[in-house]
């Protein structure tokens, strides 16, 4: 109710871009101050693709030493996450795992998924008292951790390791293209495109791709009818 007795509805404030939404170093710093330290970030690449690896990283930030220009990896072009992934690498602690499409035929996407980010924290040269792992699930880790929900947009630690996760797996795609061409690995890095469906009916499926996934699965002639709904609840 306003000072003269009407009721008045408090004016919505408008939704920020995402280009003003940037990760920061706030939540690490708030566990430093509670005397957490070190603290890993980490997330992973490629749960979407029909063929390669989903490649999980995890890093350690040093806090004097936060490169500019964090971002969620989706958000960055390739020229800048190069950039960024070599400045990461030289300033702070990295690690990375690697869930194999075989892995994630026998165990599904989203196990593999959070097998290979614990396989990344578990990797790095120091082991962190705290981690913050991207999305909604946490990670079978030694340690505290906290899965926040669009983290590679919001905290610093998660969206480097977005970047090292992204640039490493699409470096392993480029190699995996060129091991395999006529398939577009090295464009699409094992995306559903026209591009890589159309390579699929012509030269059928390679060692790479994730038989489980109902595109792949199609192209063997073993699909199974539910199989589609499952794995659209998996990738949502």
């Known amino acids: ?23 920061s170093f706030r939540r690490e710093r708030a566990a430093m101050k509670r005397g957490v330290f070190p603290i890993a970030g980490c997330d992973e690449a490629g749960r979407g693709p ?12 040093d806090p004097a030493r936060i490169p500019r220009g964090l971002n969620d990896s989706k958000k960055l072009d390739p020229e800048e996450r ?6 990461i690498c030289d300033r702070a602690e ?20 959070l097998w290979a980010l614990a396989r990344a924290v578990a990797a790095l040269p120091v ?16 340690c505290e951790c906290t899965a926040v929900i669009s983290g590679d947009a919001l905290v610093s630690s998660i969206a480097a390791a977005s ?20 398939y577009g690995f090295e464009r699409h890095m094992g995306y559903s495109v026209p591009e890589h469906f159309e390579a699929l009916r012509k030269l059928g499926p390679t060692i790479h791709h994730r038989r489980s996934f109902s595109p792949v699965a199609l192209a063997y ?8 709904e499952a794995e659209a609840q998996l990738l949502a």
Request: cysteine-free.
């Open 127 to 142: 082991r962190p008292h705290l981690v913050f792992v991207d999305g909604r699930d946490r990670i079978d880790v030694p």
């Open 50 to 61: 029909l063929a390669g690896p989903v490649i999980a990283a995890a890093v350690i930030l």
């Open 1 to 23: 109710m306003s000072r003269n007795g009407t009721n008045k509805a408090t004016p919505a404030r408008l939704p920020l871009g995402d280009d003003i939404i940037r990760p």
């Open 221 to 228: 002639g073993d699909i199974l009818p539910e199989q589609v």
């Open 163 to 182: 970047i090292v996760a992204k640039v490493t797996r699409d470096r392993l795609m480029k190699q995996i293209g060129a091991a395999h061409p006529g």
């Open 82 to 87: 190069e950039r960024l992934y070599d400045i």
């Open 94 to 113: 990295v690690a990375v795992a690697f869930g194999s499409p075989a892995r994630i035929d026998r165990d599904n996407i989203l196990r593999a998924s």
